[in-house]
Nanobody, 126 residues
Framework: QVQLVESGGGSVQAGGSLRLSCAAS?????????MGWFRQGPGAEREFVAT????????SYADSVKGRFTISRDNAKNTMYLQMNSLKPEDTAVYYC??????????????????WGQGTQVTVSS
């Protein structure tokens, strides 16, 4: 089992940047988990943003953030990051980190992840 805590959210103007962090704790090694970022805007379903393999060597992004967001992880620090550049108002959402220990590959569906953080709000104004 793993506990996840997001931080780094806030309010920023369009074109700005934010860096989200997801700190993991628990008995199982952080490097055992595929990690992902998801977001949920007002009245919307939770949607995939990015995912990263256990080693950090492979990543996948939603088309809407490709080229603007970068996912990374530091297994020695039990932490995952999401660097968000060129932010747009449509990026406004609660951002969640998630962990999956069981599956191979880079899952993009929220239902495939076993553990979730509480979320951090990102607001982008025009």
């Amino acid at each position: 089992q793993v506990q996840l805590v997001e931080s780094g959210g806030g309010s920023v103007q369009a074109g700005g940047s934010l860096r989200l962090s997801c700190a993991a704790s628990g008995r199982t090694s952080f490097s055992s988990y595929v990690m992902g970022w998801f977001r949920q805007g007002p009245g919307a379903e939770r949607e995939f943003v990015a995912t990263i393999s256990r080693s950090g060597g492979s990543t996948s992004y939603a088309d809407s953030v490709k080229g603007r967001f970068t996912i990374s992880r530091d297994n020695a620090k039990n932490t995952m990051y999401l660097q968000m550049n060129s932010l747009k108002p449509e990026d406004t959402a609660v951002y969640y980190c998630a962990a999956d220990r069981q599956r191979l590959g880079l899952p993009t569906r929220p239902g495939l992840y076993d553990y979730w953080g509480q979320g951090t709000q990102v607001t982008v104004s025009s």
